[in-house]
């Protein structure tokens, strides 16, 4: 399992970034600079600015651990203790078909729902707070929460001045759209093969709201590519959506073995910044850092 904190520290002392360190049983450790930008301890402690968020994870055996957290004093003076916790984890498991309820259902748990060939969402679920990503300088057609549109604008305006724009091809469908969508991939590439490209009613991210596939401004959709993730726009999103708070869900190598779904370099989940750096720096999968950290 893995063991992940996420917060805020500064230190009175310097207005600039101060060390984290994670402790797991009094002995393994890591550590990270507090450096995520989090605008509202800015808004608290003004001079100091907003670069003081952190996230960090450790992998630990499965079992019950005692984990600190400590914030390392600049200068003299002892380091602060944060918090302590006794926190258990259980494997991730096995991709298969069933229809479980995922545990976290309400429009506020949008950063650590856990959708995959297990766990669902009821066919009721359905965002009151959508947009057209035309809000976010994209195409626009489709729909989005508006929790997304300010670090969406900010990726697609940093992409394009990387040389690697990139165009909505998919954002959010209804339960009753993705009945449609599954339904179209079977008569497509039949049953067997639509289970792991295509998510069964109710088991898709698109239905969050916080969720998109993206592909190149030519039009030609993403998997119709040999690897979309080899072009520009898929390339720069592979390596800096997470600075926007974007995952890619499905990576390659671990595509379906942990995902339980195939490689799809153009699906991009929305969990924030401060969330998508703790998965980057994880080295996990967004699947095993959902389960990992919230459970299913």
Excluded: K
């Amino acid at each position: 399992g893995v063991v992940t904190a996420s917060g805020w520290a500064l230190d009175p002392d310097t207005t600039g970034p101060i060390i984290v360190q994670l402790y797991v049983d009094a002995s393994d450790y890591t550590m990270v600079w507090a450096d995520l930008p989090r605008p509202d301890v800015a808004a608290v402690y003004p001079s100091h600015g907003p670069d003081h968020g952190f996230a960090i994870s450790l992998a630990v055996p499965d079992g019950q651990h005692r984990v600190c957290l400590y914030a390392v004093n600049t200068g003299a003076g002892a380091s602060t203790v944060l918090g302590c916790a006794i926190v258990g984890t259980q494997p991730l498991p096995a991709c298969y078909y069933g229809d479980v309820p995922t545990r976290f259902q309400a429009y506020d748990d949008w950063y650590r729902t856990l959708l995959d060939t297990i766990y669902l969402l009821p066919s009721t679920y359905a965002p009151g707070d959508l947009v057209d990503t035309g809000a976010a300088g994209l195409n626009s057609g489709y729909s989005v929460r508006g929790l997304v549109v300010n670090d969406l604008r900010d990726m697609a305006q940093a992409a394009r001045a990387a040389g690697a724009p990139f165009v909505v091809t998919s954002a959010y469908r209804s339960y009753a759209t993705q009945v449609s969508t599954f339904n179209y991939w079977v008569s497509r590439i039949g049953y067997s093969a639509a289970l792991l490209t295509a998510a069964r009613p109710g088991h898709s991210e698109h239905q969050l709201g916080t969720t998109l596939d993206f592909t190149s401004p030519s039009g030609v959709e993403p998997w119709d590519y040999s690897d979309w993730g080899t072009s520009a726009a898929g390339a720069w999103l592979r390596e800096n959506a997470w600075r926007y708070g974007f995952v890619m869900s499905y990576p390659p190598i671990v595509s379906p073995s942990v995902t339980c779904y195939t490689y799809e370099p153009w699906h991009f989940r929305y969990v924030g910044r401060q969330a998508a750096a703790a998965v980057h720096s994880s080295g996990l999968t967004l699947r095993e850092y959902l389960w990992t950290t919230w459970g299913g």
